[in-house]
């Protein structure tokens, strides 16, 4: 199993940028495949992006218009969502979240495809 602990977040500026960050616990976080989502109130839980286990294989969701870059550390145990061009419908709590698979692959965009998961952190995007 692993802990993950969301951080970064806080409130910006339209058309800022942020950078949230995921730190994992354990020995095997390059066995989990790693994702981003985010909830909005009154929402239901959205795909942002996911990672692969070495980082080299990459997905977003469509309505991220290449603005987010998700990327990780596999020495640091760390995952991270870099926001550009934020607007505030990217307002939301943002969560980290784990799924153990084979070497190279992407889970389904769904919050369903993953085991795990950190406590969120808050974006607020306002201008």
């Known amino acids: 199993q692993v802990q993950l602990v969301e951080s970064g977040g806080g409130w910006v500026q339209t058309g800022g940028s942020l950078r949230v960050s995921c730190a994992a616990s354990?020995?095997?976080?390059?066995?989990?495949?790693m994702g981003w989502f985010r909830q909005a109130p009154g929402k239901e839980r959205e795909f942002v992006a996911a990672?692969?286990?070495?980082?080299?294989?990459?997905s977003y969701a469509d309505s991220m218009k290449g603005r987010f870059t998700i990327s990780r550390d596999n020495a640091k145990n760390t995952v991270y969502l870099q926001m550009n061009s934020l607007n505030p419908e990217d307002t939301a709590i943002y969560y980290c979240?784990?799924?153990?698979?084979?070497?190279?692959?992407?889970?389904?965009?769904?919050?369903?495809?993953?085991?795990?998961w950190g406590q969120g952190t808050q974006v607020t995007v306002s201008s």
């Open positions: 354990g020995r095997t976080f390059s066995s989990y495949a």
């Open positions: 990672v692969s286990r070495s980082g080299r294989r990459t």
């Open positions: 979240a784990a799924r153990p698979v084979v070497a190279g692959a992407l889970p389904p965009p769904s919050p369903r495809e993953y085991d795990y």
